[in-house]
Nanobody
Framework: QVQLVESGGGLVQPGGSLRLSCAAS????????MGWYRQAPGKQRELVAG???????NYADSVKGRFTISRDNAKNTVYLQMNSLKPEDTAVYYC????????????????WGQGTQVTVSS
């Protein structure tokens, strides 16, 4: 049984910062790629950022230069540092982990966390 446990969401003012964390646990689970998707009301779930065990990263164009993804392979934990947050970043953020390959926008597979709400508002 694989579990992804997220933390770090909340309410922040525009221009502020938040850091999300996601820890994966389960027997003999070593995901090749981990990362974050988000889903705003009425919109499709979209990739925010992904990182492989080798450190290769990919980001949505809308967050490049503002968000940074990192990973602790020994702990099977992935982090998303979000800076310069905008109201349009408001969404439920879902942690995702896959055994092989990379995270891709429009491709929903693997294991998912329960989601954490990020609200950017003054």
């Amino acid at each position: 049984q694989v579990q992804l446990v997220e933390s770090g969401g909340g309410l922040v003012q525009p221009g502020g910062s938040l850091r999300l964390s996601c820890a994966a646990s389960g027997s003999i689970f070593s995901p090749n790629a981990m990362g974050w998707y988000r889903q705003a009301p009425g919109k499709q779930r979209e990739l925010v950022a992904g990182i492989t065990s080798g450190g290769t990263t990919n980001y949505a164009d809308s967050v490049k230069g503002r968000f940074t993804i990192s990973r602790d392979n020994a702990k099977n934990t992935v982090y998303l540092q979000m800076n310069s947050l905008k109201p349009e970043d408001t969404a439920v953020y879902y942690c995702n982990a896959v055994r092989g390959g990379e995270l891709r926008d429009g491709v929903l597979r693997g294991y998912w966390g329960q989601g954490t709400q990020v609200t950017v508002s003054s």
